[in-house]
T-cell receptor, first 114, second 114 residues
Framework: DAGVTQSPTHLIKTRGQQVTLRCSPISGHKSVSWYQQVLGQGPQFIFQYYEKEERGRGNFPDRFSARQFPNYSSELNVNALLLGDSALYLC?????????????FGNGTRLTVT | EDKVVQSPLSLVVHEGDTVTLNCSYEVTNFRSLLWYKQEKKAPTFLFMLTSSGIEKKSGRLSSILDKKELFSILNITATQTGDSAVYLCAVEALGGGATNKLIFGTGTLLAVQP
């Protein structure tokens, strides 16, 4: 079975631009979460979606937004990019959203903002 | 503020050694504690712990949770070079709206020398 897949794997953008990252969960998983991992740090929670509804949001500015589609795939959008947005963006899926189901992560999208 | 602290930050051992990685936490609405191994990109799920005192084992790896003292340890016996990675500890916190966000520590970088 395919794991969590993310695209693109790498991305280079300029300050002020906008970016869209994509994620397909493991088949049968209905919850998708997004995390930002800055070099040398643990991942930080950005969003969680379950059944196409936002179920949680971390401490990130409104420049960050996301959505989940009927097939449970998800997109993360970041507007007005800043240098500090450079990071590895990880998508994770789980069977349910309420806990008790471990998150399984994709390989991430490495975003570099210049 | 919720926090997860891992120690040591880094560790260098020789093949065959036994290592113990530590994770302490202060998290409201605790549900579970998870360990992940991160080599290059995707954190790979190792264990999910919900009950105190019950050891979970997988091959040479084992982990236990102490909910009274708010910590967990991850043991790796007979280490191999393939165990070299960052080991991430994360606490699952239940939030409003049935979220199960993970709060990560900064990780322990383990290097196993031949």
């Amino acid at each position: 079975d395919a794991g969590v897949t993310q695209s693109p794997t790498h991305l280079i953008k300029t300050r002020g631009q906008q970016v869209t990252l994509r994620c397909s969960p493991i088949s049968g998983h209905k919850s998708v979460s997004w995390y930002q991992q800055v070099l040398g740090q643990g991942p930080q929670f950005i969003f969680q979606y379950y059944e196409k509804e936002e179920r949680g949001r971390g401490n990130f500015p409104d420049r960050f937004s996301a959505r989940q589609f009927p097939n449970y795939s998800s997109e993360l959008n970041v507007n007005a990019l800043l240098l500090g947005d450079s990071a590895l963006y990880l998508c994770a899926s789980s069977f349910i959203a309420g806990g008790g189901s471990p998150l399984h992560f994709g390989n991430g999208t490495r975003l570099t903002v210049t | 503020e919720d926090k997860v602290v891992q120690s040591p930050l880094s560790l260098v051992v020789h093949e065959g050694d036994t290592v113990t990685l530590n994770c302490s936490y202060e998290v409201t609405n605790f549900r579970s504690l998870l360990w992940y191994k991160q080599e290059k990109k995707a954190p790979t799920f190792l264990f999910m712990l919900t009950s105190s005192g019950i050891e979970k084992k997988s091959g040479r790896l084992s982990s236990i949770l102490d909910k009274k003292e708010l910590f967990s340890i991850l043991n790796i016996t007979a280490t191999q070079t393939g165990d070299s990675a960052v080991y991430l500890c994360a606490v699952e916190a239940l939030g409003g709206g049935a979220t199960n966000k993970l709060i990560f520590g900064t990780g322990t970088l383990l290097a196993v020398q031949p």
